[in-house]
């Protein structure tokens, strides 16, 4: 299962996001300055530009903006994923993240339907955080 | 206020390779053909072109970071100046804005814009990631983003909030469709029904392949000098008199609000320095990389209200006879999509307003709008030409 797919390549400062998600934790990232939340990860507030958001633990929980069901890809590395929700989940926090949504009742998905977060093992040992449907 | 740049340049000259599949062909050799082609078609020379502009940097164009001088030293030019603004599909009508500004400067006098690429057949089986695994990207290329995809989400959304139809993104294929029949060099002549469109696979739901372009090796290009120049040339000029271009986003977790673009801006601008609105446009040449990407625009650049171009496109408003006509030529959608369809929707406005377009022929159409859409939703581009 973890063959196809491809990897992150973190830095070094991403690095602590994907060792948090191998430890089954999503980090988003908040200003001490602001308090904007933020995704995807930057090293600067994009509110106030001011240097160093600070990581902060997302509550998993949020809903889908939207989604597809990809069922065909140019891409070589998905193909064998095919059919596969992707998403766009906009958090409870307020940043939106891009994710699969996974799970028994993934089919089910609609707009605006609540998701949690759940870790997934994917490509090179990575843990992939992904979305499923609140309630099944 | 109209810009002091409205109308100063022109575009004289114009060529779509017929092609639409040359397997083996090096897109390079595509360039050459177009460039030789717009150039007779303006009447004027190689050795007349001092502006050059180009984006190659897609692995069917063939050329990597340096495209421009890859392609001016294939073609044997050594321009003055030059514009390798690489923001995908709307890359030429960017080129062509900005060599409106440089003629209208005096930074060149004969600026040549071409594009070409073997989408079809050169090379097999690229990937279509706009980013890196690193950086940004490693935030979104894990989970299996593809263009179709990416265009799929906006289209979802779409439908979410305003209760567009699979039958409304449909409608927008079928008339490029009928566009697309009295083409000759057209991909795909056979007209087709909503329920064909409804009928053909899902690609990346709610997109079926029939709310897809084609994928085709191809190319095109146009010439554009001043006005004053235009003048003494054979051929009838075809004005600038608008432009405007603006980004959204590349990763699409960033795209905010999911159901407009970037258009809203290149649009307004565009009309700005036109000096028009919208109901001033007797045509348009909108993006069709997709059914959503032609929805989208309508929206975005006030042809009609937000939410409201499902109902537009199936009421037939973008048919000949309707309030806006489109893709007259059969569009990316059914005559040609090489993989920067922006050249090509330039040189369909510019034959419409010429009155030499090889699909539908408007009843004397004096304004064009042509909008280009790059990426995924990412960026746009906007021109306004009149006669």
């Not at chain 2, 063939?62 to 890359?91: F, K, Q």
């Not at chain 2, 000759?184 to 029904?193: H, M, S, V």
């Not at chain 2, 960033?254 to 446009?281: C, H, K, N, V, Y």
């Not at chain 2, 973008?318 to 330039?346: M, V």
């Amino acid at each position: 299962m973890t063959a196809s797919g491809l990897a992150p390549l973190a830095d070094e400062f991403s690095q602590e996001y994907w060792d948090a998600a191998a430890e089954d934790r999503l980090l988003i990232q908040r200003c001490p300055g602001c308090g904007q939340y933020q995704f995807y990860p930057r090293r600067h507030c994009t509110g106030c530009f001011a240097p160093d958001p600070v990581w902060h633990p997302a509550s998993g929980r949020g809903r889908v903006h939207t989604y597809t069901v990809v069922r065909q890809t140019p891409n070589a590395e998905f193909a064998a994923d095919c059919p596969y929700v992707l998403a766009i989940i906009e958090l409870d926090e307020g940043p939106r993240l891009t994710a699969r949504i996974v799970g028994a009742s993934r089919a089910e998905v609609r707009c605006d339907a609540p998701v949690t977060v759940v870790f997934s093992p994917a490509k090179d040992g990575v843990t992939l955080p992904n979305f499923a449907l609140v309630g099944t | 206020m109209t810009a002091n740049w409205s109308g100063q340049v022109a575009i004289v000259g114009a060529y779509e390779s017929p092609r639409r599949v040359a397997a083996g062909l090096h897109p390079f050799a595509i360039h050459a053909e177009c460039a030789r082609g717009a150039l007779t078609d303006a009447g004027l020379e190689l050795a007349d072109v001092d502006g050059l502009a180009t984006a190659a940097s897609f692995p069917a164009e063939g050329a990597r970071e340096m495209a421009v001088a890859e392609i001016a030293e294939y073609l044997g030019i050594h321009p003055r100046w030059i514009d390798g603004t690489d923001i995908g599909g709307a890359a030429p009508l960017s080129h062509a804005g900005h060599a409106v500004a440089a003629i209208a400067a005096g930074l060149a006098d004969v600026v040549l814009v071409t594009y070409a690429a073997g989408g079809r057949s050169w090379p097999h089986g690229a990937a279509d990631y706009l980013t890196y695994a690193h950086g940004p990207g490693q935030w979104e290329l894990p989970y299996g983003p593809s263009t179709v995809a990416t265009y799929a989400l906006a289209a979802r959304r779409h439908m979410h909030d305003y209760g567009t139809t699979a039958e409304d993104l449909a409608a927008i294929a079928v008339q490029c469709r009928a566009n697309a029949a009295a083409n000759p060099d057209a991909r795909y002549r056979t007209p087709i029904t909503v329920e064909d469109v409804l009928a053909s696979p899902l690609v990346a739901d709610p997109l079926h392949r029939l709310d897809c372009c084609v994928v085709t090796d191809s190319g095109g290009a146009f010439v554009l000098t001043s006005a004053r120049r235009a003048e003494r040339l054979s051929g009838k000029p075809v004005h600038v008199i608008g432009f405007g271009e603006a980004l959204g986003q590349v990763s699409m977790s960033q795209m905010w609000p999911f159901t407009a673009t970037a258009a809203a801006a290149s649009g307004a601008r565009a009309f700005e320095s036109a000096g028009l609105r919208p109901a001033d446009i007797d045509c348009a040449q909108l993006y069709d990389s997709f059914t959503i990407t032609v929805l989208l625009a309508l929206e975005d650049l006030g042809f009609c209200a937000k939410g409201e171009g499902g109902t537009f496109a199936s009421a037939g408003e973008l048919a000949p006879g309707g309030a806006l006509p489109i893709n007259t030529d059969g569009g990316g959608l059914s005559s040609n999509h090489p993989g920067r369809r922006g050249a090509l929707a330039i040189i369909e406005a510019v034959r419409q307003l010429r009155g030499t377009s090889p699909g539908v022929r408007l009843d004397d159409p004096h304004t064009a709008l042509v909008h280009g859409m790059g990426g995924s939703l990412s960026t746009s581009s906007t021109l306004i030409l009149g006669v």
